[in-house]
């Protein structure tokens, strides 16, 4: 384990549940104090912080609002600044779907989308860059999609949202390379989550058996790989590495 970045605070985005909550308690479970979001779920959010701080006994900041309004943001890393002094770790995550045809979908759904999905993973990196420049030290992941790279049908607004977030880890991935700020995406594939909760038991078996390891990867997996990043070699940078059990 690195122990330059080790019990550094880690901003976990959207994580209330599924990949981002799985995503903290695995940050938390190696020693590190973390502050989580998300745009609701207050509850939510306290039951995790309360879990985190039982069982790993670290620092569990939250913050409840919309990350997809720049005010927001940052009052966020105001927060972030006065409590823990800055952030050099940062896991962009937060982020919603929406399924059906692109001629039918409203024009505040695509802007909420965009918002959501896209302009937050910008904002929270730019208010994050400031700090770890000083530090000449950092680390941004960036929670993406297989979507992104391939497209689905029925899903172009997420897929265009998911393609604009791989643009941006790898652009930025080349910006932030010389000051010893890595920046990388995870594109995931299906992961056993409340995004996918709409699929019925013919549609999941016929989908695992699309899947080469005919499985569907749980939370738990995306959270351990992304530590992983968060440790990986100052030479790993710019990639969008794609976690879908050779799916796509």
């Known amino acids: 384990m690195s122990t330059s970045l080790h019990n550094k605070p880690v901003l976990v985005t959207g994580s209330s549940r599924g990949i981002g909550r799985a995503i903290a308690v695995q940050f938390a479970k190696n020693g590190y104090p ?10 939510k959010l306290r ?3 309360h879990y985190i701080e039982h069982h790993y ?3 569990c900041m939250t913050f409840l609002g919309d990350l997809g309004c720049f005010e927001t943001v940052q009052n966020l890393f105001d927060q972030i600044e006065h409590t823990f002094g800055g952030l050099e770790i940062l896991i962009n995550n937060a982020g919603i779907s929406h399924i059906g045809l692109l001629s039918h979908m409203d024009v505040a759904k695509w802007d ?11 904002y929270c990196c730019k208010l994050a860059i400031p700090y770890m420049l000083s530090q000449k030290s950092g680390k941004i992941i960036n929670i993406s999609s297989v979507w992104g790279n391939a497209g689905a ?10 393609g604009a977030v791989n643009a941006l880890t790898k652009a930025l991935g080349k910006e ?36 080469p390891t005919g499985r569907f990867a749980d939370p738990d997996e995306v959270a ?9 070699n100052s030479y790993l940078t710019g990639q969008v590495i794609t976690f879908d059990g050779g799916w796509i």
């Not at 049908?153 to 998911?162: I, M, P």
């Not at 932030?176 to 038991?201: E, K, R, Y």
Request: with cysteine; aromatic share 8%; glycine share 2%.
């Open 112 to 122: 909420e989308l965009l918002r959501i999905n896209v302009s937050s993973y910008f």
């Open 224 to 232: 351990e790989f992304v530590l992983q990043l968060a440790h990986a």
């Open 34 to 43: 973390v502050i989580i979001t998300a745009k609701k779920s207050q509850e």
């Open 176 to 211: 932030l390379a010389p000051s010893n700020i890595q920046v990388n995406a995870v594109a995931c594939g299906v992961i056993d989550t409340d995004m996918n909760q709409f699929l019925d038991d013919d549609e999941r078996r016929f989908l695992m058996e699309d899947i």
């Open 153 to 162: 049908s029925c899903e172009a607004a997420y897929s265009a949202s998911k």
């Open 57 to 59: 006994h670290v620092q």
């Open 47 to 49: 039951e995790l912080s």
